[in-house]
């Protein structure tokens, strides 16, 4: 059985980092994309990046330079670190797997972690 684990959420200052991980259990090889997504309270979920089976990433254009995504295949884990956090960066974190690992869109994402949430005070 597929399933998929965030981890790694808490509370931090603005400015501050956290790193998130999450992991894909279940999957008998490397080839299903995973990816990042946020929600916050009120607001339509966003998407944050995709990884695909081959090593690329394929982040949103307004997190780069804060959020980095990175993916251990070994380990089935897929990472997010975040740097500058702001108090709009708050949100449910949500992780999820699906697809070939080959094509990415977001229809592809057919199993989803419970998220974690990041809070950011100023």
């Known amino acids: 059985q597929v399933k998929v684990e965030e981890s790694g959420g808490g509370s931090v200052q603005t400015g501050g980092s956290l790193k998130l991980s999450c992991v894909a259990s279940?999957?008998?090889?490397?080839?299903?994309?995973m990816g990042w997504f946020r929600q916050a309270p009120g607001q339509v979920r966003e998407w944050i990046a995709t990884?695909?089976?081959?090593?690329?990433?394929n982040p949103a254009d307004r997190f780069q330079g804060r959020f980095t995504v990175s993916r251990d295949y070994d380990k089935n884990t897929l990472y997010l670190e975040m740097d500058n956090l702001r108090p709009d960066d708050t949100a449910m974190y949500y992780c999820?797997?699906?697809?070939?690992?080959?094509?990415?869109?977001?229809?592809?994402?057919?199993?989803w972690g419970q998220g974690t949430q990041v809070t950011v005070s100023s």
């Open positions: 999820a797997a699906g697809g070939n690992g080959a094509v990415c869109p977001s229809r592809v994402f057919d199993k």
């Open positions: 279940g999957f008998t090889s490397r080839y299903y994309c």
């Open positions: 990884s695909y089976h081959d090593g690329n990433i």
